[in-house]
């Protein structure tokens, strides 16, 4: 229904809507960002999630995965339980890095904003 609204809004107000949600989309990016650096600052959290699970656990499992006395299934499961832990890691990094890109075009995207708000209007003929 939104976008049924904003098709049917004149050309600088849609600019203007299209912007303001992108804005909102890197704002939330920002956000995120700051949570995962709360997150990776935490003491807590670096000792259980950072060093116990995306370190150790990973070790664990990967020396798991290759025990050939392990039946198959086993050495599987402790492949993927590698995988998941690496990607926490991952995870956060890629949060911070999308967030760190957003900070930066988000700076642009007010001055586009404000530069379109402060356009006249384009009368049609």
């Known amino acids: 229904m939104a976008e049924e609204e904003?098709?049917?809004?004149p050309p600088k107000e849609q600019q203007i809507h299209e912007l303001e949600e992108y804005i909102n989309q890197l704002d939330s990016l920002v956000r995120q960002k700051k949570q995962a650096e709360n997150l990776l600052h935490n003491k807590d959290f670096q000792d259980l999630i950072l060093e116990t699970y995306c370190k150790k656990e990973?070790?664990?499992?990967?020396?798991?995965?290759?025990?050939e006395d392990l039946p198959k299934e086993v050495r599987e499961d402790s492949l993927s339980m590698a995988e998941d832990a690496a990607k926490v890691s991952l995870f956060?990094?890629?949060?911070?890095?999308?967030?760190?890109i957003a900070e930066r075009d988000i700076v642009e995207a007010r001055k586009l904003l404000?530069?379109?708000?402060?356009?006249?209007e384009q009368k049609e003929d």
């Open 114 to 120: 404000v530069q379109i708000e402060s356009e006249p």
């Open 58 to 67: 990973v070790v664990r499992y990967l020396k798991l995965a290759v025990l």
């Open 6 to 9: 904003n098709a049917t809004l």
């Open 92 to 100: 956060l990094d890629n949060i911070i890095r999308f967030g760190a």
